[in-house]
């Protein structure tokens, strides 16, 4: 059964509550584009490509409701208000450019013809979105080969995108190719991520995996244990570096020192040309709560101080490739990159 | 307030329940050496020079309360019984040694006498412990010189040992000397010994301190934050591996990646000349469900599968130096953990 991370329903948009999975399976109704930003904002859905399609989604149903005298200023304060949910993942703004291309090219169609191609684009982005998904499955099972054992941090799947998922997209691909594979699932701290979503979908598909804390990468590594790592993406700059849920980092360069190949996988557009190098991308700093309580119980005294960085920077040396729709990307990353985006 | 860890009270043995902490201060009376042993296997008491303590204690406990008739064979049993609780800490086994050889060496002055004599070594291992704590921390204090941001795993604090400390009495000596120091502690998963204790034991110190989670730790030494690491240790390899809380590893991996020096702080009690190297250490793998649940709920789906080894072994490449109540071991370890034991 396909999870269903995320639903156009005219005047309304339906997601499932990420936040509760895997023990209840809640679906969040979003009558307006402030709900669906606040859904973005509280990570009721996460994961970049994911994040993108709710917003489109939240563009569109936002000016689908919004009034035809006071449109245009409505439609800035639309995309501006789902602009400030969340600052790491650049799909979310790529997601919200192609709504605005769309308002500029066809605002002088009227009203209600925007009003239908921006419902249109939303929609369009959903389904490419897992189109790219599926794409990037293919390269990504080709690209692993007869790796076994695939180690892949935070979540990655079908609740992170439209559907099928990218890193989980290559996981399900060499499924379907008849590959035999067993999966080291990092739970992913502090919102355990890889234990609650990932740990799922992949329970759902049937597929061997094995969950593990994430300082438990290491030593799985060392055994001999791990015969490729694969990871999604928040944003990949135009030199390669890559920004991703905390502790990637930490992930690839032990995968370097076990000589073990490291992927990336994302749509193209999970790209940022426009952002140099890792330095560039803004990482988002979240609530300390989140690290120092689970379940709404503290786990440390009281009063205690925390860091919550919700991303980390993997530089483009510890990057074997990075996957996508349109094909592998090897290094040299500044310059294939450039020609892949332009391809 | 110094925490008492653990306390001989003549006809029982008391601990404070650390998996209770940081919320509740519970203390557990031991009355036989059965509950002792049981006290470490689950982990009442933990930390590797504490675990030898508590060894003792249980033994001195049991020979008190043996019938003379039958007291070699009742040594014998409370020596196995408590040698079969953890595996990985080696002072468990070294301190059992030494009851052993005081057995040895007194048995033929009478049951009372050595039920006596049992008892004042046990206090003896307790003493020497803090000593031993009190001592390596002043070298470690110098070793560190200037280090401003300190890491941490695990907890290799008062709670671990019988007193102040190995990592944490690093810590404490530093704070003694007057250098201004902050504290990264990490959480440690899946039992937060960070979280909990390591945390809580700073607090009480008033030492600046800030929590993360394990996966952060590289996220910091990018960004120029950490000076230096200092960790406890399990057990120490001739040629230097030394065995610790999973996720060390990766802690120092990371560590040699950015050229921060890496430390591990224990007494020569924590040394298996023995053992050639990390690879004959022996790991102990816990419950499963230590890492699936917390506070008694799920974190992931139903049946899901789990690995929980709870140590790994950091090789003796990516160690800067070891600090012992005897001094500093630099490398090349082979030769120079010899001639430090031998010392």
Known sequence: MAVKTIEWKKDRVVMIDQRLLPQKEVYRVCRDYRAVAEAIRGMVIRGAPAIGVAAAMGVALGCLKAAEKSFDREFDRIVLCLSKTRPTAVNLFWALERMRKVYRENRDRGVEAVKRLLEEEALK????????????????????????????????????????????GVIRALKESGKEIEVWVNETRPLLQGARLTAWELKKEKIPATLITDNM??????????????????????????????????????????????????????????????????IEQRDPAEVS??????????????????????????????????????????????????H
Chains 1, 2 share one sequence.
Do not use: W
């Open 125 to 168: 982005i959903f389904r490419e979105d897992i189109a790219a998904n599926r794409q990037l499955g293919r390269f990504g099972a080709e690209l692993l080969g007869n790796a076994r054992h695939i180690m892949t941090h935070c979540n990655a799947g079908a609740l992170a995108t439209a559907g099928y998922g990218t890193a989980l």
């Open 217 to 282: 990468a290491g030593y799985l590594m060392q055994k001999g244990a791990v015969d490729a790592v694969v990871v999604g993406c928040d944003r990949v700059a135009a030199n390669g570096d890559v920004a991703n849920k905390i502790g990637t980092y930490s992930v690839a360069v032990l995968a370097q020192r076990h000589g073990i190949p490291f992927y990336v996988a994302g749509p193209t557009s999970s790209i940022d040309i426009n952002c140099p190098t890792g330095k560039e991308i803004p």
């Open 293 to 342: 309580h689970i379940f709404g119980r503290a786990l440390a005294p009281k009063g205690v101080k925390t860091l919550n960085p919700a991303f980390d920077v993997t530089p483009q040396d510890l990057i074997s490739a990075i996957i996508t729709e349109k094909g592998v990307i090897h290094p040299p990353y500044a310059q294939n990159i450039r020609s892949h985006v332009d």
